[in-house]
């Protein structure tokens, strides 16, 4: 059983019963020397012979152990209760969201990417029973999320998803399929599905023979073809300006119907044109249920087991006995009750006192849960401030400081998100809570193009959970980007150097030399005459045109294709 508490910082009171060693020592001191004063010291014993400093001593050791239950109670001892198995029934669905710039063309409000993660956000809730994963793809596929049944970060990746996160700009659907294909368990023979949304637009032909060779394998490719046949302009994010290609032309992208509705039927699935979300996640997730489902048993975390009621209980258990405990060696029966009545309103305002704080733990998972069920709801805002009511009263609750942190990021906070993740991880105990706490963090600092910061909270999670395959594809690309920035950077400051030398070597060309002002040749009359001058220029006219002539064939023969970088 793996007991800890909650709120170790609570047993910073226990510095306090030293303390009270130190008085109950005083006062014995304080009642020896009055016994002195008042007179003769066997006069005065034999006047308070009634009195018991036996029972006195076991009076305030009662009192003593009560206080000290009283601080392991409100530190909140627990234990996990465990894991329990859930049966769930469903299938792996590999998401493929296209994320080249063509997908920024706002012929679909407000634009075809935005429509498109709108679209499979819903489809994934949707998708309460199966394990759904994440390639996003332009002119090269990566591997956005593995398969997972936590569908909460699902989301997150997905919303995350922008025409920046690849760098290499086209539609390489081919390997994109690859990349969900490599995503599956290659022993099953079913249970597998792709759903593929793009605007189909620069198409390559290999496409076609990977979903083939993906139907052969029992995997079901759905696609979703999202934008105008007409086309539209597409709108660089930077300059709010039209784009245009290499000869200085407006580009249009138009939707390649044609393409996407063979994938699908080389993936035995189904095509279907973006027209509204609601119908497009109905006829999705109407194919997906159709499809035969698997039965898998996965470990489901449950909550903590908490024990301060039972310390609480015993602490008021020794208070009440100590009220019926008289320092007098000889007390009635009707003497004691009447003490202890004298006493029980003491009893009542300690446990007052006590009772308020050691349930704030019980007040926190209300706020908790009524946070979690506004998230589940998209009510950020309303989740946000149910969250942050649980730290008022315990600033260190990891789960209130966690799920703040998803929250915050769901509401476009990042950097609020980012301390609420710190201060979660200063509160957690275990290694797993630290591991996800750095991820998340790490997430959120990726996204905000923090990528050293987002590099050290993936390592942390790594050193903490080497395990985690998706802080580990994640720790990969943003290595990968700070590697690309850094050539960028380099290509920089190469191209600043190399612009200042060729600057440096112009002005002392048109500077002339002090050697060259003292020493110019004096000019010599020519000695053509104008016949042979006319001669030398037909000439020269000539070899001109002819290097023209020679010029014009070659551009002519030369075919060039303009780069597209959308």
């Known amino acids: 059983m793996d007991l800890r508490f909650q709120h170790i910082e609570y047993f910073i009171a226990l510095a306090a019963i030293p303390l009270l060693l130190v ?31 036996h029972k006195y001593a076991v009076k305030f050791t009662l009192v003593l152990a009560a206080f000290l239950l009283g601080v392991v109670a409100l530190a909140n001892l627990r234990s996990p209760k465990g894991v329990e198995k859930v049966n769930r029934n469903g299938i792996d669905v590999m998401i493929a969201i296209d994320v080249s710039k063509s997908m920024l063309a706002r ?49 997150m990746y997905l919303s995350s998803a922008s025409t920046d996160i690849v760098p290499t700009q086209g539609t390489v659907i081919a390997d994109a399929l690859d990349m969900c294909y490599a995503s599956f368990n290659s022993k099953e023979k079913k249970y597998k599905a792709v759903v593929l949304i793009s605007d189909g637009e620069d198409h390559d032909e290999g496409a076609l023979k990977t979903a083939a060779r993906m139907a052969e394998d029992g995997i079901v490719i759905n696609t979703v073809g999202i934008g105008s046949p007409q086309g539209s302009v597409i709108i660089d994010e930077l300059t709010s300006q039209e784009k245009l290609d290499v000869n200085g032309n407006t580009v249009i992208t138009r939707l390649n119907e044609e393409e996407l509705r063979k994938i699908a039927e080389k993936g035995n699935g189904l095509y279907q044109l973006f027209t509204n979300t609601d119908e497009l996640v109905t006829t999705l997730d109407a194919q997906l249920g159709s499809m035969d489902q698997r039965t898998v048993t996965e470990d489901s975390l449950v909550n903590y087991k908490h024990y301060f009621p039972y310390f609480l209980f015993l602490a008021l258990i020794l208070l009440v006995i100590e009220l019926f405990v008289s320092e007098r060696a000889r007390q009635t029966f009707t003497k004691s009750i009447g003490l202890a009545k004298s006493g029980i309103v003491g009893v009542l305002l300690i446990a007052g006192c006590l009772l308020p704080i050691a349930s704030s733990a019980q007040t926190d998972k209300e706020f908790i849960k009524k946070g979690n069920e506004a998230y589940e709801k998209k009510d950020y805002e309303q989740a946000i401030a149910n969250y942050q009511k649980v730290p008022e009263k315990a600033a260190t609750n990891t789960t209130a400081q966690y799920n703040l942190g998803n929250a915050l990021y769901r509401n476009k906070k990042n950097d609020e998100a980012v301390q609420a993740y710190e201060l979660a991880l200063s509160g957690a105990e275990s290694k797993g809570d630290k591991s996800k706490a750095y991820y998340n963090k790490g997430v959120v600092l990726q996204n905000n193009k923090k990528i050293p910061d987002c590099i050290e909270a993936y390592k942390n999670a790594l050193k903490l ?29 190469k191209d600043d150097k190399k612009k200042k030398q060729d600057d ?36 020269l006219l000539q070899q001109e045109k002819n290097l023209q002539d020679r010029l014009r064939k070659v551009n002519t023969a030369t075919s060039a294709k303009p780069e597209k970088d959308w």
Not at 511 to 531: C, V
């Open 23 to 53: 008085m109950y020592l005083l006062v014995l001191r304080w009642k020896k020397r009055t016994i002195r004063k008042i007179g003769d010291e066997n006069l005065v014993r034999e006047m308070i012979k009634n009195y018991s400093p």
């Open 465 to 493: 959970n080497p395990e985690d395959e998706d802080a580990r594809q994640n720790l990969q690309k943003a290595l990968q980007q700070q590697k690309e920035e850094q050539k960028k950077q380099d290509d920089n400051k």
């Open 107 to 155: 012929d679909i409000k407000p634009n075809r990417l935005e429509r498109a993660k709108q679209a499979l956000s819903k489809l994934i809730d949707k998708l309460s029973n199966d394990r759904v994963g994440i390639v996003v793809f332009a002119g090269r596929a990566y591997l956005q999320m593995p398969l997972t049944g936590d569908h909460s970060a699902t989301k």
């Open 504 to 539: 440096k070597k112009d002005k002392e060309k048109d500077k002339p030399k002090d050697d060259e002002k003292n020493e110019q040749p004096k000019p010599q009359p020519s000695k053509l005459n104008k016949h042979d001058a006319e001669e030398k220029l037909k000439a």
